[in-house]
Structure formats: C-alpha cells, structure tokens
C-alpha cells in the first residue's frame, strides 16, 4: 500500500528538462486512479483532457473556481 500526494497543474509536466521526463510524469498522472481536482485556467484544460476525460461543462466549471483577476 503506498499513497503519493501532489500538488501539481498539467502544464508542470512540461516544466521538466528534457523530453523522456516530461513523458514519465505524464505516465505517472496518467496512472493516478484518483485524481481531486480544482479550479484551473482554461488554457490548461487540453493538457488536462489527454489524461483525465471531461466534458465541456466539467471544464467550464473547474475554470470557474479559478480565482478572479487582480
């Protein structure tokens, strides 16, 4: 039994240095069988969908708790 927990957004799985680690950390959210998520910018809702499948309403409402611009 083994529990990770993280932190993170779809777009710092293109963060890392090269090409072969941003594939295993892709692998590594795709594996996830929970993920919780919450308010994102819909800029990152394409990176988000190759993993986790979600409707557009599903969208607008992560979107939607994003905060509100300063």
């Known amino acids: 039994m083994g ?4 932190s993170r957004t779809p ?4 963060a890392v240095g ?3 680690d ?3 950390a ?3 959210m795709d594996r996830c069988g929970i993920k919780i998520l919450g308010g994102l910018v819909k800029s990152e809702m394409p990176l988000l969908t190759e993993s ?3 409707s ?3 969208q ?3 979107a939607a708790w994003q905060d509100p611009p300063a």
């Open 60 to 62: 607008e409402q992560l």
């Open 11 to 14: 777009l710092d799985l293109t």
């Open 26 to 28: 892709k692998g590594i």
């Open 52 to 54: 986790v499948p979600l």
């Open 18 to 20: 090269d090409e072969a």
């Open 3 to 6: 529990q990770i927990m993280a």
């Open 22 to 24: 941003q594939h295993k």
């Open 56 to 58: 557009m309403r599903e």
